[in-house]
């Protein structure tokens, strides 16, 4: 009976029912049968209780829903093994079974108590009844499925939404927190307590900024909590630190219930609130954990999204903070610019009006006649204050347009006639410059109300505009009435302006780049002020523009004065007046037009040194007037315009120094510099570059540019003498230095001939030298012992003759090497103590010409990676040193292990070298002792210190105790060693030694 493969099977079937009231298994209804096999063959989790005493069957997939109830529930009463939740199981399943007719609850809440805990959890229940075998109602039967941490998920999720959209719509960090607070409060299930801590500015506490589920005042919930506190009522610094702290005493230091039953609650989260792109968390959020669910994954996944929806409202408002702040900070800003604008225009037009007016009165012969050189100054003078005034009086309309303070007073006024006359007096400028002026001003139906004073500055301000940037054609202004408006429009067949500029061109300090204007001078706000004074006539401007054919400018004003404001009209002003009439405007563009070089008067240069010619590009003519007489003393000085034409001229006729400011029309300062600096005649130019900006960084940014120099206008007359002239001189100065350069090379080019020479040669002479030591050996071997005596000798004399010739060929070799970089090492595995045997018995036959004996001395192991050649010649030139040096003495030659190298020490007991000369007798050419006595070239040493440094190795000198000189020399042993042989070389002449005589 219930035969199946599954646990429950197994347990239905082992379980003794023969104890309990429904007896043996054989004895049980149909009915039972039939319902406890329905369930055990289901993979759907399925109860059954029968009898009055509610027994208890279910399958393998409920038992995974009753946790540690199981297996001990089989078989016993349902109302026992779920007492914790019979209140409200039991009137369900009650129900069924009094009336037959079934229920489903989709979401049924219980309380189980089946991992350890009350644990709140749901289930989708369905209850049917449960008939025996004559139909009648003894059990119930219930199919289930746990849907906890899907109801969870949902009900979380609603918490995240929630708090997400309500911080989504604030912009401060008190309301961030304040909304925060709201949305955690509704959702006491999962968060039964919160406190939400926030890093003071400084960073050396918390501050509490929301409280939930706690009363306040609690000790459990501190206002301000120091950095330095050790956990007073909660780990907050170990969580501004980054780490989330798990709080598993929380009734320690509270005391607070929780969750849908009311159960104490125990433990906390501690968690760093994270700010973007720092180290240092915003802040701590404390939340409270529910005692009737476990700190499961989705449990943390959970309030992991709550503190980082917490970090990211509360970095959004304070980003929207900071932003207000700059925002506000650039308002006081612009607030506080205005008021300096105004305030330094009104302490400027002081000082100006002294200046213009006692000028007005010399120029005028007040004070008896001028001198036409003094005149000029004064002009000079007159004119730019003037410009000068008018500067500052724009600056402070406009610091009146931007503070609401601008009085303006309007008044009837002859529209065409103000227009045409004011467009009038430019003529005389446009037509020198090659240009046509058209005025069509016809007379209007009726009065246009203006303030005199302001609309002069618009019609002033439009044609001079024109004017700068027409250089052929003509220029058209033109009155006009237009559905109840009156029209000024100023045409002009110039540059125009590029489409891209046009939407900023009434911006303040905007100006068009790279325009081809008549001068580059200009504050950027002629264009806004006009734009302004227009809106305060009611009116507005409006501009139509076609790159490369021309720009149209076209203003409308209302007729009548219904649209001003009736206190402005025939107003009375009590602001001082800003106007200053057309004639500065005209002055400054009758100076545009002014494109001529001023002529070089003669002057005699000093003697014996030719007048030095400087080019000098400035398109105000004034500068280049001013700049041209301090100069012209002493210099002959070419003026130019812009950069385009001091280009030209500079490549056609080199100058010895450039002069020019920075910003020109056609070709600015820094273009010409880098065109200069491009052809290579005028790479090497001094350039000196003149500029209105002050300022570190724009002093460097001129240098890096690469000029020469940098002079902020504006100057003394002496200071840019004293510029010039310096770099004059050291332009002098560099063509010298390039001509020794020159010299130099040529002689490095002669030292290279001399040793490619030495070189060949050394190599021609190796081959004759070679037969002629292969012919003495024939002649020598062809002689016999009845050979005359002296034969022999003359054979031997010879043989050392050539050896030593071929000595100086090697020598001149290794210098023609050394000395062009030729020289290289072929390192490989040599044996020195073998090498050094091999030298020693190669001087034999000196060493008793010489009276001499050679004691050699080998020690340790001395074998390494060296140039075999090299060192076999460092050894043979040594040892034949201290043998040419100590006639009839004993020489010690010692070659030892020493460290992570081998040191050679060759001792002599000759004439010595006094301290004064060791470093000296390393150089080419140079000897301890003159050449007559011992002959040589002096370069023997010299070759053998560079071949042991080529080896990283050093060679000294030592005086020998007694007398005579000690060559020690230390090369590095590289490369993997050869296992060491006996310490000291057994050798003829006794242990570790050989002795020579």
Known sequence: MFAGPSEMHARIRAHDWSASSLGPMDTWPESLKALVRTMLSSRYPMILTWGPSFLQFYNDAYSKLIGDKHPAALGLDIRVTMAEAWDTLGPMIHQVMATGVANWTPALMLLLERSGYR?????????????????????????????TQQLLGERRLRLLRDLASRAAVTRSVAKTCEEVVTAIAEHPLDVPFALLYLRDPDGKGFTRHG??????????????????????????ARAAEGETVLVEDVERRVTLTGGPFEDPVRTAVVMPVAAAGQSAPLGVLVTGLSPNRALDEGYRSFLELLVGQVSVALRNAHAH??????????????????VFFSNISHEFR?????????????????????????????????????RLLRLVNTLLDFSRLEAGRMEASFAPADFSTLCA????????????????????????????????????KVVLNLVSNAFKFTHEGSISVRTFERDGCAVLEVRDTGTGIPAVEL??????FHRVKDAHARTHEGSGIGLALVHELVRLHGGQVEVDSTEGQGTTFTVEVPLGFAHLPEERVRATRVLPSTATGAAPYVEESLRWSVQEPVEVPPVVPEPNRPRARVLLADDNADVRDYI???????????????????????LAHPPELVISDVMMPRLDGVGLLRALRAAPHTRDLPILLLSARAGEEATLEGLESGADDYLVKPFSARELLTRVRAHLERARMRREVARERAQVEHLLEAVRARDDFLSVASHELKTPLTIFQLQLGAIERSLNASSQPGIGERLDTARRSARRLAGLIETLLDVSQLTTGRMQLSRIQVDLAELARGVVLA???????????????????????????????VFHHLLSNALKFGVGHPVDVTLREDGGGVTLSIVDHGIGIPVADRQRVFERFERAVPARNYGGLGLGLWVIRQVVEAHHGHIRIEETPGGGATFLVHVPRPGPLVPPGPSVPEVPGGKGRDVMN
Request: hydrophobic share 40%; aromatic share 6%; proline share 6%.
């Open 119 to 147: 644990e709140e959890s749901y289930f989708s229940v369905s209850h049917s009844p449960a008939e025996d075998d004559t139909g009648r109602i003894v059990g119930m039967f219930a199919v289930c499925s746990e849907v």
């Open 211 to 236: 409280v939930i589920g706690l009363e306040e005042n609690a000790a459990a919930c501190p206002l301000r909590v120091e950095g330095g506190d050790d956990e007073p009522v909660w780990p907050l």
């Open 321 to 338: 903070e900071e932003e207000r702040r700059r925002a506000e900070a650039l308002a006081e800003l612009d607030r506080a610019k205005t």
């Open 350 to 386: 002081t000082p100006l009006t002294l200046m213009l007016g006692p000028t007005q009165d010399l120029l005028a012969g007040r004070a008896g006649p001028l001198s036409g050189a003094v005149r000029t100054e004064l002009e000079v003078l007159h004119r730019n204050a003037g």
């Open 421 to 456: 006359d004011l467009a009038g007096t430019f003529r005389s400028a446009v037509e020198r410059a090659g240009l046509q002026l058209l005025v069509n001003c016809p007379p209007l139906s009726q009065p246009v109300y203006l303030d005199g004073e302001l609309w002069e």
């Open 503 to 508: 939407p900023r061109l009434f911006e303040r």
């Open 628 to 650: 041209h007489r301090v100069l012209s003393a002493g210099f002959e000085v070419q003026a130019v315009p812009d950069g385009q034409v001091a280009l030209e001229v500079a």
């Open 843 to 873: 001087h034999q036959g000196e060493a008793r010409r010489q009276g001499c004996s050679v004691r050699l001395q080998l020690e340790g192991s001395l074998e390494g990676f060296f140039d075999r050649e090299r060192m076999e010649q």
